[in-house]
């Protein structure tokens, strides 16, 4: 059997065997390691060792079970319990080394000169009895935590990153495209959910959806009609959403589709590991004039966001600027970012290798915005009786503001 996956223009790919698989490009690999190793020399630590799957394939290449260590300066190992064989096929990294435990790696960073005596470690990923484990194996090492340095390196995204983000918008889009002639009548949103999953899937999506935080878990998207946008909901998002049970509050439900039902489909796309976030709604009949003038301010705000991200710009400036000038004085507060206690206190987040990325559009957040950090924002609101309305759209910051990475008409497909 021949796998084929078609590379991005400029971009590697290699036949594995009877597989095509496109490869992160040796200099992007290289790039990253050297803005790595120049937060640990600020930060006065020998290195850092990278756990978690996320992070060792944006270092490495390749998404292998083991341990990378990132020496303040020279070359990475990457310690690997499986796959080694396919470790060495992906990754651009020259030392790779099969290990069982972690107790037999500080003799081997002894053999080759590293010192760590003082590592950075994510402790936002690394869970405890991990951490025990590598505490075990490193009595005389004390430990920092990285987690900022590495969700700040990956907020900036370089031009191949935005290549990926890029081309997953423009297939998003083609979904969307598709989405008016799957609707009918009396399905249930668990059916067009599994039916824009299916497009997606046909068009090289990769299905899952990766979350940073603990317990963080995502599938497909949020497939809502009428009432059930404002369900409530543990995800840390406006949207609401009941499911199939109370073990997989995801994706969508049994509800079925009623003329004059407002339909929410918000969905993320992901390729080659980058993903695109995107909301739009569509009505089975003209929607109430409450719905559609909702819907109208959340473009407004969309707008006002898009405008501001800039370099150097806030975010927690641009939450208060919206909320100061069109939140407030349109008296849009109340279920704005979801319906009752579904209720965010953000306008927009990171995207990246994760859905939930650093920097959040929040109150906040005062870190300033930089150039080609990706940020999608999502202003939506909840209506009693009728369910959510707004929009998302996934935007790379530049001095100009955002520019758009998620085509396609914003207002209301009516059908």
Not at 103 to 108: A, C, G, L, M
Not at 305 to 334: C, M, T
Request: glycine content about 12%.
């Amino acid at each position: 059997m021949l796998l084929t996956i078609q590379p991005h223009p400029k971009q590697p790919a290699v036949q594995m065997r009877n597989y095509n698989i496109t490869l992160v490009p040796e200099r992007e690999i290289k790039n990253r390691i050297s803005s790595l190793q120049a937060k640990l020399r600020a930060c006065h630590l020998s290195g850092c060792l990278i756990l978690d799957k996320i992070n060792i394939f944006y270092y490495s290449g390749t998404m292998q079970n083991g341990a990378m260590f990132v020496p303040e300066s020279g070359d990475p190992i990457f310690f690997i319990r499986r796959s080694l064989e396919r470790g060495k096929q992906e990754s651009a990294l020259k030392n790779l080394l099969q290990f069982k435990r972690f107790k037999e790696i500080p003799p081997i960073l002894n053999t080759y000169g590293y010192d760590f005596s003082g590592l950075g470690i994510d402790e936002r990923t690394t869970p405890l009895h991990l951490f025990n484990m590598i505490k075990g194996a490193f009595p005389n090492t004390t430990f920092t935590d990285i987690s900022f340095v590495l969700a700040e390196i990956r907020a900036v995204k370089s031009a191949y990153e935005i290549a990926q983000i890029r081309e997953a918008g423009h297939r998003h889009e083609k979904v969307y495209a598709a989405i008016p002639d799957l609707i009918r009548e009396g399905m249930t949103e668990w059916e067009l959910g599994s039916a824009i999953m299916y497009e997606m899937l046909k068009i090289g999506s990769m299905g899952i959806a990766r979350m940073a935080g603990f317990n963080g878990e995502g599938f497909g998207g949020y497939i809502c009609f009428g009432e059930s946008g404002n369900y409530p909901c543990a995800f840390d998002g406006p949207g609401g959403l009941v499911g199939p049970s109370p073990a997989f509050p995801l994706f969508g439900g049994d509800r079925k589709l009623k003329r004059e039902d407002i339909i929410y489909v918000d969905t993320i796309f992901g390729y080659n590991g980058y993903y695109t976030d995107k909301t739009r709604i569509f009505s089975l009949g003209e929607p109430r004039p409450e719905a559609m003038e909702a819907h109208r301010v959340c473009i407004e705000i969309q707008e006002k966001i898009r405008g501001l991200l800039q370099p150097g710009v806030l975010p927690s400036e641009i939450f208060e600027q919206v909320y100061d000038e069109i939140v407030l004085p349109n008296n849009f507060g109340k279920h704005f970012m979801g319906f009752g206690g579904n209720q965010v206190r953000f306008l927009g987040h990171g995207i990246g290798l994760v859905i939930d990325e650093f920097p959040a559009i929040a109150k906040k957040i005062d870190y300033p915005l930089k150039e080609n950090m990706v940020i999608a924002v999502e202003p939506k609101k909840g209506l009693e009786g009728i369910g959510l309305v707004g929009i998302e759209n996934t935007f790379l910051a530049t001095s100009k503001g955002g520019e758009r990475l998620t085509p396609g008409s914003d207002e209301i497909t009516i059908l």
